[in-house]
């Protein structure tokens, strides 16, 4: 069994994704695989955490200063090389052992083996209200700063999974199961996924 | 407890919900509202049928022959009747009892009770399969267009619901859950989620 779960930035996918491995007693893989990237590719794990998160767009030209501009080749190749890299890295993984893989494109690299794939959603004001309840001691940033944080992320990961994929990110056809956090008790609904996902709901196979 | 189903056309949005209230031991209210609807406007069935399912759109002009022309005052004005008993009827049901509704745009109508708002899709092909599958015997739809059938009822849908709730039909922001059952054996299904929605998920009222 592999879970693969997009999520909007704040929407709490990242935890339900942790309590749904804790409950189900498998493998759980987040942010390491930024780790294991910058390993294998022998970039700085800064840089990889940039590319992956989309910001450094490959596919349209880029904006520097008030010039529009193509982003250097060198850069577009490492920007491959690193999804390269993600996609051997994630194939690991599933094929290692049952897991819940947060984001990466991992549902559409893993098509073949049918994961069962989630996308976790929530209105804005909860998000902000779950990103604001989140900052550390001494950040200051505001509600509405903190919507165009929220909005900037969403809008980078849109981008990088549209540009890999050819699928629109947070599109409902291309999951199994898109649920809304906004007003929903994470660890309740992880412990009867768990026991869904357990169990099974999908049609044998002809 | 509200459950409300919005549903593409052939995905088994209403099988789920029948299934599902089976298994809660609540009510079920499907076409029977369109029976309620005649008695309460005293329309015939059959008119009060096309309206609900969009067939007369009156927000819009519509096309006649070759001319644009829009829907007759005297038309407008049913439908809206229509759809104010179709409001209250849907009060009525969710105040009598715990139940289920399947479309209707009972999502919105019941806002201010916070249903659990389901969202039922799957891809074409797992549509045209089901329909092709429950036609009656002699029926000879092609699967083409079967297909054209199902993108015309979900256009009619589409366009009643948004005229009459300002929101977008299946946009996944309006749900709490929003469920792909290509794949997906609805028996096993139902079976879950009513244990989910018996116990709850939502966070407790602050």
């Known amino acids: 069994m592999v879970i693969t779960i997009g999520r909007e930035f704040g929407s709490g996918g990242r935890e339900l994704g942790r309590r749904l491995a804790e409950n189900l007693g498998i493998d759980y893989y987040d942010k390491e695989i930024l780790t294991e990237i910058a390993k294998s590719t022998e970039l700085s794990e800064q840089y990889v955490k940039q590319a992956v998160e989309g910001k450094m767009t490959y596919m349209y030209p880029i904006t520097i200063g008030h010039s529009l501009t193509f982003a250097p080749d060198y850069q577009i190749k490492q920007v491959q090389d690193i999804y390269r890299a993600q996609t051997e890295i994630i194939r690991d993984y599933a094929a290692k052992s049952d897991c819940v893989i947060i984001g990466r494109c991992a549902d559409y690299i893993l098509r073949d083996l049918k994961p069962i794939r989630i996308f976790v959603y929530a209105d804005m004001e909860a998000r902000i209200k779950r990103c604001m309840d989140r900052r550390e001691e001494g950040d200051t940033t505001t509600a509405a700063e903190m919507k165009k944080?929220?909005?900037?992320?969403?809008?980078?990961?849109?981008?990088?999974?549209?540009?890999?994929?050819?699928?629109?990110?947070?599109?409902?056809?291309?999951?199994?199961?898109?649920?809304?956090?906004?007003?929903i008790d994470l660890k309740a609904l992880a412990r009867y996924l768990a026991n869904m996902f357990q169990y099974g709901i999908r049609t044998p196979e002809e």
Do not use: P, V
């Open 149 to 183: 944080h929220i909005q900037r992320i969403d809008k980078d990961r849109a981008r990088y999974y549209s540009d890999f994929t050819g699928q629109d990110w947070g599109d409902k056809l291309f999951y199994d199961m898109c649920i809304n956090t906004s007003d």
